[in-house]
């Protein structure tokens, strides 16, 4: 399995095997926004209190939020 990453100032794009999986967006409030692409879901639990999972996550930096996605596809992969 191999992510292949587009990077442009304002965001990143995630492919894998030519399939978009998610996006990166810069946030004007500051940090990054992952959002899935693919139906999977983030545990946000420890983010927000009304809901436990959501298509989009916050992270305070691009590279951060690389390696979350990452890391995820990852136990997909298991």
Known sequence: ????????????????DGVLICQLRKLAIGGWSAGWRNGKKWDVSDQLTQV??????????????????????????K
């Open 1 to 16: 399995m191999s992510i292949v990453w587009t990077d442009a100032p304002t965001g990143s794009a995630a492919h894998l």
């Open 52 to 77: 436990e999972k959501s298509s989009s996550r916050h992270f305070k930096r691009r590279d951060s939020a690389k390696s979350a996605v990452e890391t995820e596809m990852k136990k997909d992969a």
